[in-house]
């Protein structure tokens, strides 16, 4: 073996090396179900900002903008969130949309609301708290249309 292919392998092995660990750095490191919680975390927070913009409408208006924060938040929920989770907040947005009274209004977000607490009991305790924090911008949503719808 001469020593120009001696290089040539040398440096093929080290471009291998150098693309495997550009690999392991490119992937995330929160791709797995221990930070399953972020996705429902983060549709709270995108619920409790979308909700204070509604706070300036009423009725029918109101009703159709706590529905397009529903969907934000639907939106926000990540892989390993539960599907319940995503569907319940897609019907209760649909059927805001669709509601012609406060008592509509308030029977989606109580039926999603109900959704969401039977899957904080069945959620791990890290998962729990975000989704926990779901049922509490729900509860604000209720509120809402409560005082103004």
Known sequence: MTSGNKVIRST??????????LLFVAVPLSTGPAHAGG???????????????????AGKALYDCVAGVLDRMS??????DPPE?????QTAASQLRAASSKAQAL???SQCRS???SLVKQASTGHASGLSAIVGVLSKAAQL???KG
Do not use: K, P
């Open 145 to 147: 249309i409560q005082s």
């Open 39 to 57: 996705g429902a975390a983060a549709a709270a927070a995108v619920g409790t900002a979308g909700l204070q913009g509604c706070s300036a409408t």
């Open 75 to 80: 939106g926000s929920l990540n892989r390993w």
């Open 107 to 109: 029977s989606a977000i």
């Open 115 to 117: 959704v969401f607490a």
């Open 85 to 89: 989770a995503r569907s319940a907040l």
């Open 12 to 21: 093929a092995a080290g471009l291998r090396i150098i693309m495997a660990l």
